[in-house]
């Protein structure tokens, strides 16, 4: 594949950043350290996965060369003074998170975060259906938490790293409430009273609210399982975010 052959040849930029960069005195030691292992962690990256292409990309693969290529016409002291330390370092770390995240666009890595993305949709509407029959304040919260669940959804599909904030801020809540809710309607189903005490308040047979409890009970463990699992899935692959 082609995007294999200029992912290798991305690598070879970099060994001469590295090279370049031990000759560097515009940055200070640490920065200078910091810069080194960067370049080589991103090297070995771009190096590894040129071995583990699945999918041809060339167009980002050529982005990838590009910006290394760049990156190389400035690793000198001339170019650092007139760009600045931070302004090098940015270009730095951006080549850093290149290389972590290309894995998921050539080596097909892009499934574990499809399943992540579907677990957190699935354990959100199941965290909004278990609310229907909790109290009026779980409900509020609910409302509280449409907009940056929304957000995040709109994010998360595009890999932006904003979304992943923002799915991470906003799973502890909803895997709180389903672990109050599984423990609520166990009362329900495991009482005595509890059913008829629920088919009472609900204006329904003891069937229904046996039917309602035990849906409700599923729902719970679902939002605790699921969310949990993307909370999990979301932080193993937070490379993938840009």
Do not use: C
Request: charged share 20%; hydrophobic share 50%.
């Amino acid at each position: 594949m082609k995007s294999s052959t200029i992912l290798k040849e991305t690598a070879d930029v970099l060994k001469e950043v590295e090279e370049r960069l031990k000759n560097v005195t515009a940055l200070s030691p640490r920065k200078k350290q910091s810069a080194l292992e960067k370049i080589r962690e991103a090297r070995e990256n771009f190096l590894r996965l040129s071995e583990e292409v699945v999918i041809d990309n060339e167009e980002l693969a050529n982005f990838f060369l590009k910006r290394a290529i760049r990156l190389k016409n400035s690793t000198n002291n001339k170019a650092i003074e007139k760009l600045g330390e931070g302004e090098y370092m940015k270009d730095v770390n951006a080549m850093l998170k290149y290389s972590r995240a290309a894995p998921y666009d050539f080596a097909g890595e892009l499934k574990h975060l499809n399943r992540a993305h579907k677990a957190y949709v699935w354990g959100m509407i199941s965290y909004f259906a278990v609310t229907l029959f909790l109290p009026a304040a779980f409900k509020i919260t609910s409302l509280i938490l449409v907009i940056p669940i929304l957000l995040s959804l709109l994010s998360l599909k595009r890999r932006g790293y904003m979304g992943l904030l923002l799915a991470m801020s906003a799973i502890p809540i909803p895997m709180i409430t389903g672990a109050l809710a599984v423990r609520v309607y166990l009362d329900v189903l495991l009482s005595p009273n509890g059913i008829q005490e629920a088919a009472e308040g609900l204006g329904v047979s003891t069937t229904a609210a046996t039917f309602i409890a035990g849906i409700m009970l599923i729902f719970g463990v679902a939002s605790v399982v699921l969310l949990g699992y993307a909370a999990y899935m979301f932080y193993k692959h937070r490379h993938a975010f840009l």
